[in-house]
């Protein structure tokens, strides 16, 4: 995936702390690619959870032949109905989100859901438990899932999108968006919009060079005679097994790794593929401050700047292994007031921003306590122990107020 760099921290956070994701955009933009990489990046489940998802898979009838070793990752249609969401009929049988116990649940074009569907996702998303109550009855499940979600800005796609225009009006966008409820959105830790990544993402300036087709009767001349000496290796730009081994690159051969096309932040795209002597002057005295940073901080530096999967994957791993020597096996999307106040205490600078975001946004207690949270995640991939201005400043740009028109 290359480009959407904001929307690649959003989804590396997201993985690191267990919280709730919503990616808007217009038609193409990468949402539910994104989305549907979550699961990639989040850590092998433990014991309990492997017991917890083999027991619902059992239930259904699904049973594995053993514990289950994958998460789950359920995307239901958004024709879906209320008891294929949540849960119901009669008997009460489990709905998609106690499917998605342990994983990810992910629901593509939100606002297209039914809404009664969508408001009972609340209480689950808090609880982790899904009731269901019939006549005389009343059957609890596991619904502790993590959210994904996308959805576009307005009904044609294209509000905000400067390549397109949108023919949307106000009125259709407001009620497009009212589709999804405050409160519920007050649920997602991490909501972020994004724009069409530019063509220097999609296609980068420089490709790999295609290799050199070999005549045969050179193979043929580089054969040993039995019981002879090997022939000297020819620079054909072709590695041999011998290369490969030292870890080589053959003469006049370009490297062919897909990643080092994808590390520019989206500022410096372009410019971050050239060599420095050919950069502007702005973008050399950039590389030399980032040449020139310490080693803490480099798995966080690595997820903001869109980077391959690898190297996601590994900041999420360095994270989660500091939450869960700091915490336990308890996610940062799950911690309470008192754990808040010992592991994200707000000072000073971060305090100050917090306020003004609650004075001009109108934040409600809950979205506080998610912005310290998420700030907590970021800290983590940051290799940081106390959260720092900047953590808070990020937490609140990945928080999108999403408002109606």
């Known amino acids: ?24 955009g217009p038609p193409g933009a990468g949402k539910s690619l994104l989305a549907r990489a979550l699961p990639s990046l989040l850590p092998p489940p433990s014991l309990e959870d492997r017991i917890a998802i083999t027991c619902v898979l059992s239930a259904i009838g699904r049973w594995p032949g053993g514990l289950a070793t994958e998460r ?4 239901p249609h958004h024709t879906t109905s209320y008891a294929g969401l949540v849960g119901g009929g009669s008997p009460p049988a489990p709905g998609e989100i ?5 994983g990810v649940l992910f629901l593509d074009e939100l606002p297209e859901f039914r809404r009664d569907a969508l408001e009972a996702l609340r209480q689950p998303l808090e609880t982790g438990v899904a009731v269901v109550a019939r006549a005389g009855r009343r059957v609890e499940f596991p619904a502790r899932f993590q959210l ?8 044609c796609g294209h509000r905000g999108d400067e390549r397109v225009p949108c023919r949307c009006p106000p009125a259709r966008v407001e009620a497009y968006r009212r589709r999804v409820s405050g409160p519920l959105l007050d649920r997602v830790d991490l909501r972020v919009e994004l724009r069409p990544p530019d063509l220097d993402d999609l296609v980068p300036r420089g490709r790999p060079r295609a290799p050199v087709p070999r005549d045969p009767a050179d193979r043929a001349s580089e054969d040993p005679a039995p019981g002879g000496p090997a ?18 690159r053959a003469p006049g051969r370009l490297a062919a790794d897909p990643a080092a096309f994808d590390r520019g932040a989206s500022g410096n795209r372009a410019a971050q593929h050239r060599p420095p002597e050919h950069r502007a002057p702005e973008h050399r005295a950039s590389a030399s401050r980032a040449s020139g940073r310490g080693a803490s901080g480099n798995a966080g530096r690595r997820a903001r700047g869109g980077t ?44 100050q921003l917090v306020q003004e975001a609650v004075r001009r946004r109108g934040l409600s207690a809950r979205a506080v306590q998610s912005l310290r949270r998420v700030a907590r995640t970021l800290a983590d991939l940051d ?4 959260v720092s201005a900047e953590h808070a400043a990020r937490a609140l740009a990945l928080r999108a107020p999403l408002e109606p028109p």
């Open 308 to 351: 391959g999967g690898d190297a996601l994957r590994a900041a999420v791993s360095a994270a989660r292994e500091r939450m869960v020597a700091r915490q336990g096996e308890r996610p940062n999307a799950l911690l309470e007031g008192g754990e808040l106040d010992r592991w994200v205490p707000l000072r000073g600078r971060a305090r």
């Open 148 to 155: 994904a979600a996308a959805m576009n800005p307005c009904p």
């Open 72 to 75: 789950p990752f359920r995307a």
């Open 1 to 24: 995936m290359r480009g959407c760099d904001e929307a690649k921290l959003a989804l590396a956070v997201a993985a690191a702390g267990g919280h709730g994701l919503l990616l808007v």
């Open 231 to 248: 022939p000297a290796r020819r620079a054909t730009g072709h590695r041999t097994a011998d290369d490969r081994a030292a870890g080589g």
């Open 383 to 386: 290799g940081s122990g106390p």
């Open 98 to 102: 106690t499917l998605a116990h342990g």
